[in-house]
Structure formats: C-alpha cells, structure tokens
C-alpha cells in the first residue's frame, strides 16, 4: 500500500520545549542493494511535493497520552512545530506521529521518538558537510552528475575536519550537520555518517523544491550558489531550537562564505551586537543579495534571537575553518568591510586539511 513517511525527523527537548522539524512524503522510498551505499539519485522522488496534516502525540514516561494536536503541513509537506515539554508536571518522554489525511478516516503510524535533550552546560558543534567532512565537487556539469549518481563514500574524506568532530563529540558536544547539499541527499548523507561511526541525526539539508517553485518557495535561483542566506538562517534555526548553548564550535571552509557567516553569528554570542543593527548591514552584502520575502522572514526569526539572547549568558565561540593548500594564505588574509566583522576576524583558526 502506498503510504506517507518522515523524512528527516528532527525533535529537540530544550528551554521548557520540544522543536519539531520534519518533511512527510509519500515518494518511494529508495530500494538498498544489500550493504551498498546510497547514492543520492536513488531518493530524487523526494522532489515531488503535496500537503499533509499530522496528529502528534506527547506520551509521559508510563506510557499514558498527555499531549494531542494536529498540525498543517506547508505546501512542500514540511513542519515547524513548538509543543510544551511539561504538561501539568508530566515530562514528555516520547512522541508517536500519525498521519491522519492521506486515507479518510485512516490514521497512520508514521513512528514513536524519543526527543533529543540538549543537557546544560549545552556544548553544540555546527559542522558544514561539503568540502570540510567529505571533498565533494560541483564545478562543472560532469561534477554535479557524477555527485548525483555516486555513493559519499567514492569521494575523498577529510581526515582532519573529521578528527575535529569526533573529538569534539567525545567531550561531549551535540553535533549538528549543516549542509547546502539537497535535501533529497538525506539516505546518503547518513549511509556515510554511519560508515564514519558518526552518529548524528540533526541534518539540515537545502530543500530544492523551494528554489524551483514559482509561487511561494523561500529560496531562489541565485541561492543555489550564494549560501549567505541559507546557512545564517539555518545556524538561527539550530539556536532557536536549542537554545543559546555555553559552548559553541562552528567549522567550514574557506572555499565560500563561512569565515564571514560564522563571525556574523559570533558578533552577536560574544559581542552582543543588536540582531537588528547586524541583519540591516549584513543583508546588503554579496553573500546575501536578499528578497523582500527572505528579508521578511528572517526578521522575525532575529527578533527571536534577540529575545533568548538577552536572557542567555554569554557564549565561548570557537570557529575552525578548514583550507586546503591552495587557498590557505588567501583565506587568511582576506577583510572584511565590516568594522563589527573585521575587528574578530583573528578568532578564527584556518587548519590544513
């Protein structure tokens, strides 16, 4: 029978809440030819795009339902949820998901969760995927179809970026995997993760379908190439669900624009420069070039860092940025024009890999 399923399933316990994202789809899911590795071409169904409603239910740790509501999805199938945490004392410690419109009259298990819990002290580190885990290529036409049709594992790791995770999760850092990879990349994204004993399921992928639709995606053409956009609103994403952590490690390349997203992000942390102030300087900028409706958007999602900013103690920012050998010293001397950018630029540590 064909039937819904998650795509993607993220839920975080953190500041007296549970954050829900998630996609339902009902594409087929991709067949596994025994232990061989997925290659991204096999889950292009994802493209495809409906609404769905689902019901969530919150279960206390005996089992007994305290929490149910439904939810719309948004035309691409995705949520955005917040639900409370504690229910009049009672702790939610599992979630079931239904879809409840595929069928008339049918509800259907989509699967049970157990929420991640962000412990305090929280110590998060958010990882770029593409040129810092794995040294992939989308230069040329020949690139972006030998990418499609091969498995992660055909390209180059990059031991040292993937040394600095694994350390960093050692000691206990929840890991968070921010990649401009589609989002129809998830099957083997987590086939190399798992092959890499990385165990993460905290994946934030670029939803394509948002970039070719013509009514009301959020993303554009020109932000298949400029990041700018997507991952600054994405790290706000991860903070917003998180909360602001009292540790936090942010790694990428110098191949784009991460040394100047990150320090953006680290002005806000540590110096305590006004969101606002930020975000109206920064949106003029060649990594960015912004429409109305992104512009729109992501000033909400700042007024919200605004607020658990100003009640949150001050963060200890790290931020690697990985080269290889051809683009070290460029990335090293590279300025920035803005004063609040440039002025940290030292903090930002360039290793070879």
Not at 12 to 27: A, C, E, L, N, P
Not at 196 to 201: F, G, H, L, P
Request: proline share 4%; with cysteine; aromatic share 14%.
């Amino acid at each position: 029978m064909k039937r819904p399923y998650l795509v993607n399933f993220m839920s975080i316990k953190s500041m007296g809440q549970i954050s829900i994202k998630t996609t339902v789809t009902d594409s087929t899911k991709p067949e596994k030819d025994g232990l061989k590795a997925t290659s991204p071409i096999q889950s292009i169904g994802f493209m495809k795009s409906s609404e769905y409603r689902v019901k969530i239910v919150g279960l206390d740790k005996d089992q007994n339902e305290i929490f149910i509501r439904e939810y719309e999805s948004d035309s691409y199938g995705c949520f955005d949820i917040k639900i409370p945490a504690n229910l009049s004392g009672l702790e939610i410690e599992a979630l079931q998901i239904y879809e409840v419109s595929y069928y008339s009259g049918l509800q259907l298990l989509l699967g049970t969760f157990l929420p991640l819990t962000i412990e305090e002290p929280k110590k998060i580190i958010i990882c770029d995927f593409d040129k810092t885990l794995v040294d992939t290529k989308f230069s040329t036409v020949k690139d972006v179809y030998f990418s499609l049709s091969t498995p992660l594992t055909e390209f180059p790791n990059i031991e040292g970026s993937i040394d600095l995770l694994r350390q960093h999760m050692d000691d206990n850092f929840q890991p968070f995997i921010l990649s401009a990879s589609p989002h129809f990349y998830e099957n083997a994204l987590r086939d190399w993760f798992y092959q890499n004993q990385i165990y993460t399921d905290n994946i934030f992928l670029k939803d394509y379908r948002k970039i070719f639709s013509f009514g009301d995606g959020v993303l554009k053409i020109k932000d298949m190439k400029n990041q700018g956009f997507y991952k600054l609103n994405q790290l706000v994403n991860i903070l917003l669900m998180t909360g602001i952590p009292k540790e936090l490690v942010l790694v990428g390349d110098g191949f784009e624009s991460d040394p100047f997203i990150y320090l953006c992000l680290y002005s806000i942390l540590v110096d305590r420069q006004d969101p606002w102030m930020l975000w109206n300087k920064v949106k003029k900028e060649k990594a960015f070039k912004l429409t109305n409706k992104q512009n729109s958007q992501f000033l909400s999602k700042f007024y919200q860092l605004s607020e658990i900013t100003k009640k949150s103690q001050q963060s200890d920012v790290k931020i690697f940025i990985r080269c290889n050998s051809v683009i070290l010293d460029k990335a090293k001397s590279k300025s920035f024009k803005l004063n609040f950018v440039e002025k940290n630029k030292d903090k930002v540590k360039y290793y070879l890999a």
